[in-house]
């Protein structure tokens, strides 16, 4: 595919409020600071249609941008956030999860992990209620030019080891890189290969 146009379109404080137009949405879910709205700008093509901030929990809505005019990719709130009061945390966590229960054009959730660190508790919450709410999930290995190859493969082994506990297979698997621009191409394949055919 050629040259994609991503556009803004709204941003929703309630899941009541996100379009209704039908279209299909992939949403892009993770811990606070794990490099989404930087994820969401590589896909754009380095346009910056996401807000990035170095101070987590700067994304408080549910965003909405429009490929091609054809599929959303949704921008939720970053999870487990500590520096946010527990009833804004729980707030954000009710939008979210509102969201992925509600939305019945939703394709897939990608859950987007820091390759750096362990698995992370709410990481491990968030698949395992996605595979119990029957949701299509990937997940997308952030900061990948952070490691050196070797220390980047342990890593990933580790995570893969630990979520192979709870999962007989594992859903795909994405790497990325926001400031090498590593792994956009894998990423629009794959959403594209899953985008329904029009009648």
């Given amino acids: 595919m050629g040259k994609r146009t991503v556009e803004f379109i709204a941003s929703s404080a309630k899941v009541s409020q996100c379009p209704t137009t039908g279209l299909p ?3 892009f879910i993770g811990r606070s600071n794990v490099g989404k709205s930087s994820l ?9 249609p ?3 901030s170095s101070t987590p929990g700067k994304t ?22 500590a520096k946010v009061s527990k009833s804004l945390r729980r707030d954000f966590d009710q939008l979210i999860h509102g969201y992925l229960a509600k939305t019945q054009t939703l ?9 750096r660190l362990p698995l992370q508790k709410l990481d ?11 949701i299509p999930c990937a997940i997308v290995y952030t900061k990948i030019d952070k490691l050196s190859k070797l220390q980047g493969q342990r890593q990933i082994q580790s995570i893969q080891s630990e979520l192979k506990k709870d999962w007989a297979e594992l859903p795909p698997e994405f790497m990325t890189s926001s400031l090498k621009k590593t792994g956009q191409d894998a990423l629009w394949e794959w959403m ?3 985008i329904p055919k029009s009648s």
Avoid: Q
């Fill in 25 to 27: 949405e992939y949403a």
């Fill in 40 to 48: 969401l700008n590589l896909l754009a093509g380095g346009k910056g």
């Fill in 50 to 52: 996401a807000k990035t």
């Fill in 60 to 81: 408080r809505l549910i965003n909405h941008f429009l490929v091609d005019n054809h599929f959303y990719l949704v921008d939720l709130p970053g999870y487990g956030f």
């Fill in 107 to 115: 394709l897939a959730a990608l859950v987007l992990i820091d390759c």
């Fill in 124 to 134: 491990r919450e968030m698949l395992l209620w996605l595979a119990k709410s029957t």
């Fill in 192 to 194: 594209e290969t899953h």
